[in-house]
């Protein structure tokens, strides 16, 4: 698994971006993915995650009904639609691989593949 994160820039509060991850190995569709993101001098936070057939999905309370998590296993793509951006969405956002394909896990140490990060700001 070898995961490359895109997508992200600088944007005014109320506008969309959508990440992508693309997986450059071979084994994209049995894995559970995530997104988190880390805000300067903050921990890394679980945002949102999608199990290996994208028909289970969870979020964050901080932006559940905004961005919408999913995935192409056909592609090894897996997307970050985010809406409604706000200032304090603000984050290096990462997108992460587990072995546990049902995807649900919202913990950090849950995931055992990196990609590289892309940075998100969001100016008021």
């Known amino acids: 698994v070898q995961l490359q994160a895109s997508g992200g820039g600088l944007v005014e509060a109320g506008d969309s971006l959508r990440l992508s991850c693309v997986d450059s190995?071979?084994?994209?569709?049995?894995?559970?993915m995530g997104w988190f993101r880390q805000a300067p001098g903050k921990e890394r936070e679980f945002v949102a995650a999608?199990?290996?057939?994208?028909?289970?999905?969870y979020y964050a309370d901080s932006v559940k009904g905004r961005f919408i998590i999913s995935r192409e296993n056909a592609k090894n793509t897996v997307y970050l639609q985010m809406n409604s951006l706000k200032p304090e969405d603000t984050a290096v956002y990462y997108c992460?691989?587990?072995?546990?394909?049902?995807?649900?896990?919202?913990?950090?140490?849950?995931?055992?593949?990196w990609g590289q990060g892309t940075q998100v700001t969001v100016s008021s």
């Open positions: 992460a691989a587990t072995r546990d394909s049902t995807g649900s896990s919202r913990r950090f140490s849950a995931y055992d593949y």
């Open positions: 190995g071979r084994t994209f569709s049995t894995y559970g």
């Open positions: 999608i199990s290996w057939t994208g028909g289970s999905t």
